[in-house]
């Protein structure tokens, strides 16, 4: 029994001890310390009108610089394509079909991408409406449903002509 007592008081000792040292000889956090000084290099400050044109020259906006910026609208234009129309897209060109019955339209075997179900929708195939379309080539595009009277209501990203 006394063994036992004499070792969980050197345990006691030991453990106080070492909590004394670290407190004691510890060093502040950097983030408490005030080694930056703002304005500085390593802490710049930074204006608004800086920001903006940022922003300004990454949303295509700004004068010089390389915004990488295309030509296209970055805005959703409504569009009403009339039965007997085909609506084709540019390169790059995104469309939803929101009202009527749509066919996917191409020139060639291959079709137009669906990113809302990952599926490749070939010449004649049925789309979705308020699915997400894009046209990686030019020669491709989208038509009235024959069944149907009345014309389509889509909203396009991009280029494209009605023929």
Known sequence: MKQKLMRVLVASVLI??????G???GSPLEA???TLTPGSVEDPVVTKSYVDEQLAKINGGGSGGSGGGSSASA??????VPA???????AGTEVIVRVGKALAYSVDTNGVADLTDGTELKKGTPVPANHLLIF???GRGIQPDPAQKNGL???VRGSYVLQ
């Open 23 to 25: 407190v004691s000889l």
């Open 153 to 155: 209501t889509v909203l």
């Open 136 to 138: 990686p080539r030019e």
């Open 84 to 90: 007997g129309k085909t609506l084709l897209a540019g």
């Open 75 to 80: 805005t959703l234009e409504v569009v009403a």
């Open 32 to 34: 408490e310390s005030n």
């Open 16 to 21: 106080g001890a070492g909590v004394w040292i």
